[in-house]
């Protein structure tokens, strides 16, 4: 091969070179670019040759810094480096190269070229660009999850746990790390059961365990139910750890629970219901007889002589007809319809003439009466008679709740923002347990001794001043005492204009 042909070979190869490539001299400028880096630059070689990289590339006037520089690195002890470095494409887009030079020394050992060849490492880099903004990803779903997420190697220790799951087992991650095993979180036996379970193919698929409802145990040693899904984390076939997902069910069971005990009340009342009815029925049949029997046997007891042997017997049949009486009444009144709306009636009105129709005075003997009585007018509309049931009502029952002894407190007061016109009668007695709570107005619930109560009188109650637009409810009880509040539109007449709640003056 003579001289030519060896000269025309080497820049064939240099040509053929498939990475974009530069000759450098020591002092940094480029004495030659291959056909790859004209092409991937988009330049001709004469806008290259003769420029410095830092021109060509950046253009700078200096040199890049020392430390950033890998030729500086390759002239300095005559070995190979590398940079990885962000080029623009000058099409918007940013590529990232790995340079890599190479020192050409000579037979004295100086380096008198530096060949420079570009790896394009974009797609590398987008690809772990991805990768990592994906993992980000990941662990911001897992981070943010309401769902308590804990994964735990072969042994049963825990690895990582979320934000979530630190709140329900009560431990905190760094706590967890080392000192608690998957063990700790169930009851004892449990976790052994969920791994057999986790492994068995029949059930989920193998390595795999759906929504399952289980109790975990917290830091403070508390069940709490939940539902567990989990996997097995498999590196091969090789079980490496597992993945577990757990939620709450506290508030769902609560929830389930609420609702059953809604159903069953109202089931309950739709048997009330019925059942008043029929009451109410039997009831409107023997009034007429009991009328017949109360009159008769007040009749002849009063024409026997005190010292009458039957007069006692006479005196009982009257007495219990005369019950009997009563609970015709109340059934009468609960399934009685309401008119509602048809008179406008000052409150405090209807208080008094709902005391005086109490006609049983012994009952308010050892009763202080405190009267707590807005100075505003309480006007509401409705049906006199049938509200002033719903007052003897209550303080009826507050009468009863002190054993007749005690404070009896009526107190009323506007609601103007909510326009309620508001009776409160409050009792010094035992106050209603709060397992009665839920039931003191359905008809029929009585605390009291045979006879003494029909336990219609709430549940009446609360049919009239539902009816007419109002609501009934106990705002406070306990061993001091009860409080009813029942609360009925306020009638506004026109003149009157004022906002805000007025407590009693
Ligand atoms: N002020 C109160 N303090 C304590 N418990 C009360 C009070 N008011 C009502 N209760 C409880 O609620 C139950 C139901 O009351 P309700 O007025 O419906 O029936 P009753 O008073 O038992 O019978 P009736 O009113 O038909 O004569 C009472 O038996 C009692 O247990
Ligand atoms: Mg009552």
Not at 37 to 59: I, M, N, P, W
Not at 114 to 133: A, F, G, Q, Y
Not at 163 to 191: F, H, I, N, Q
Not at 221 to 235: K, N, R
Request: with cysteine; glycine share 6%.
């Amino acid at each position: 091969m003579d001289i030519m042909d060896e000269a025309n070979l080497k820049t064939k190869v240099f040509d053929s070179l498939s990475v974009p490539t530069l000759i450098l001299k020591p002092n940094k400028i480029i004495v030659d670019a291959n056909a790859r880096f004209l092409e991937r630059f988009r330049v001709s070689k004469a806008q290259v040759v003769g420029k410095t990289c830092h021109d060509f590339f950046y253009h700078l006037r200096e040199p890049c810094p020392h430390e950033t520089c890998a030729l500086a690195r390759t002239l300095e002890d005559r070995q190979g480096h590398s940079a990885v470095k962000i080029v623009a494409t000058g099409e918007g887009e940013e590529k990232w190269d790995n340079r890599v030079f190479s020192p050409i020394v000579d037979e004295t050992g100086e380096v008198r070229y530096v060949v420079e060849c570009i790896h394009d490492m974009t797609p590398v880099k987008t690809l772990e660009r991805e990768l990592s903004d994906a993992r980000e990803f990941t662990q911001k779903i897992i981070l943010s999850s309401t769902c308590a997420m804990i994964a735990a190697d072969r042994k049963g220790r825990i690895l990582m746990m979320n934000p979530a799951a630190e709140e329900l087992t009560g431990y905190s991650l760094k706590e967890a790390r080392g000192k608690v095993t998957a063990e700790d979180l169930y009851p004892p036996g449990e976790a052994k059961k969920v791994m057999k379970i986790l492994r068995d193919e029949r059930i989920g698929g193998k390595g795999k365990l759906n929504c399952t409802r289980i109790s975990m145990v917290n830091a403070r040693g508390e069940d709490v139910p939940v539902e567990l899904s989990a996997a097995i984390i498999y590196e091969g076939d090789k079980e490496v750890g597992t993945m577990s997902v757990f939620n709450d069910l506290r508030e769902k069971l609560q929830h389930e629970k609420q609702m059953e005990q809604m159903l069953l009340r109202i089931a309950r009342a739709e048997k009330m219901a019925s059942l008043g009815q029929l009451a109410a029925g039997v009831a409107h049949e023997i009034n007429n007889p009991l009328t017949g029997i109360i009159f008769f046997s007040k009749l002849v007891l009063d024409t026997l002589e005190k010292d009458d042997p039957r007069r006692e017997n006479l005196a009982a049949i009257f007495e219990d007809a005369k019950r009997c009486g009563k609970i015709v009444t109340n059934l009468l009144a609960y399934s009685r319809q309401a008119n509602p709306g048809t008179e406008v009636l000052h409150i405090h009105t209807l208080l008094e003439h709902s005391l005086n129709l109490i006609r049983d005075r012994k009952a308010f003997m050892h009763i202080r009466v405190v009267k707590e009585l807005s100075r505003e007018m309480m006007l509401i509309r409705g049906d006199r008679d049938q509200l002033s049931q719903v007052i003897v009502n209550l303080v009826m029952n507050a009468l009863d709740a002190m054993d007749r002894r005690g404070t009896l407190t009526l107190r009323t007061f506007r609601d103007k923002s909510a326009k309620k016109a508001c009776l409160e009668v409050s009792d010094t007695g035992g106050g209603i347990p709060a397992d009665k709570l839920s039931v003191i107005f359905d008809p029929f619930f009585t605390t009291k001794k045979p006879g003494k109560g029909t336990g219609l009188g709430l549940s009446t109650a609360q049919k009239i001043v539902t009816e007419n637009g109002g609501n009934i409810r106990v705002k406070e009880t306990g061993r001091s005492g009860t409080t009813f509040l029942v609360e009925f539109p306020l009638f506004v007449t026109a003149d009157e204009d004022h906002a805000g709640r007025c407590e009693p003056s």
